[in-house]
């Protein structure tokens, strides 16, 4: 349930931001967009509601472990804790974000479409302030956090909006002219700031597959390859096929990039709620191994073991499958087959590559 929660809050995140990017935006340099003004104030409780998770967690966790009442462990836990210090800002921004919104749709006023993003903002680094990183490390883990979490929720956000609640593909060779060098910019720093984030949390990075969040981990990454050749055919095929072709109608493909998406943010949701694998070993001992790795590994699993990778007939073979799977995601763009073709190949493309991956440890 918990892992349901945390994708929910990223999709009420990448709602929001998207809704309030595009406000910014002339109407005669994107397609026609229309989401629901119930939806927004939705996902903006949403956010108060499912960032609250984590903070019951941890109280009933404390609850149990140290036997004190349930109201003087949450009090404590709002008081003296990141997590808590972030939910009460967070409730807060998002009442101050719902009244900004009433009035905004009163008197029309331009100066509260600023505040509103200056809020969003604001929501956003309470996010960072919240995770595992910022508890850890103080500024140096929550200024990636931070920095990460709002280059996906702009590049993920603007096209969750605009794949979902476009109400035709108008002017959408415009809409590619200044978005596609912002998703990039976006790529770019999302990457940068999770190989960052990686140094810190996961120093091994393939002895963390013994455990869940290792696990996550490496299905995160696997699936942003398919993401990625989605991007691409969305930045550059659909470009060049309606300069071909102005009648193509590029929505279903940028949709198919926003399931792939939510792929990678349901892994990102599974290692948000795993201890971090600073300390394998410990977390062998106190906590289990991953299931999906005692599934492939044969040995003892002990709390100093290491392990390696090593190449062998069947985890090339399954390699070979996932790049060939991969390849028919943009021939199927060309051959103009069902997205849900593309996406389900997409999908065969990080189940050979995982198996090829797992298949290797020694």
Known sequence: MIYISELLLYVCFCIVVGNQLLAFVPADKRPTVAVPNWLINLCIIGIALLSFSPVLKVTLIFTKEYNVGFGTIFKGILMDFNIGHAWLVTLFLCLI???VRI???ITNDPILEYMGAVLTFALILAFGWASHCTASYGLKGFVPHAIHFLSVTVWI???FVVGWFSKNSDNWLKFLKWF?????????TSISAGFFLMNLLVPDYVNSWI???GQALLIKHLFIIPLLTFAWINGVLVKRKLNLNPNFNPIPWVRAESV??????TAMAVMGQQSTPENIAAIIKF???SWLFEAFYDGKIEQNMSITLGLNVVSITFALAAVLALLLVVTMFHKKTSTFVSMLCGFLSVLFAYIAAMLSIN
């Open 103 to 105: 009035l905004k749709k």
């Open 211 to 213: 455990v869940s969040y």
């Open 97 to 99: 974000l719902l009244l």
């Open 157 to 159: 956000g603007v096209l």
């Open 287 to 289: 906590e289990k191994p």
């Open 260 to 265: 792939m998406a939510l792929l990678v943010f």
């Open 180 to 188: 596609s060098p912002i998703a990039f910019i976006c790529v770019v």
